[in-house]
Structures are given as C-alpha cells and as structure tokens.
C-alpha cells in the first residue's frame, strides 16, 4: 500500500546543484529509516544517503559534505539536496523507505550532470 513518487530530477551542468524530493503516501515521522540509492550504467545499486527517525544521518564518502538528506514530517516527504554536482553522479535516484516489516522503493528519477 505505500508509494513513494520522486520528482526534481534532470540534466544539469558539473558545479549545478538539484533538489529529489520523495513523496510518501503514508506517515513518514515514525518510519524507522529512508533513504536514497543510485545506479549509474553498469554499477551496482549503492546507498547515497540515510535518513532515520531519530534524526541521524549517513551518507555516502563520495558525496559527504556535497548531499544533504531532509526530511518534512507535514508534507510525508524527504528530500535530497545535490549540490557541487560530478559527473560521477550522473544515475537513477532511487527513494527507499524501510520499517521493521517490510521496504519499499519509489520508480526512480534520472540525474544526469554534463561536463
């Protein structure tokens, strides 16, 4: 029963920054974690950020002090802001939620950063 919807992706310069937001159809202030992965062509799927409902957050070395993961309890929505953007980061973002039960994940949005 849950959908997580992204949004905010798209073709941006290196050095640009874009703001995913994730969209849940539940309440999300108690969920015990969510999160955002990526995949990049020919790469595995990886964790770029972690967001828990205590407040703590985890990020990826590759995008620490670049990444910012929010969240807004009124608006069941957690965001990922991307700024300083690589090349690198070219990959579909993927939204992730997770309780005790059971994870879902969201369609995914396409980032691309040109050189």
């Known amino acids: 029963q849950v959908q997580l919807v992204e949004s905010g992706g798209g073709l941006v310069q290196a050095g640009g920054s874009l703001r995913l937001s994730c969209a849940a159809s539940v309440t999300i202030g108690s969920i015990p974690r969510m999160g955002w992965y990526r995949q990049a062509p020919g790469k595995q799927r990886e964790l770029v950020a972690v967001l828990t409902s205590g407040g703590s957050t985890n990020y990826e070395d590759s995008v620490k002090g670049r990444f910012t993961i929010s969240r807004d309890n009124a608006k069941n929505t957690v965001y990922l802001q991307m700024s300083s953007l690589k090349p690198e980061d070219t990959a579909v973002y993927y939204c992730?939620?997770?309780?005790?039960?059971?994870?879902?994940w969201g369609q995914g949005t396409q980032v691309t950063v040109s050189s």
């Open positions: 992730y939620l997770g309780t005790y039960s059971a994870c879902y």
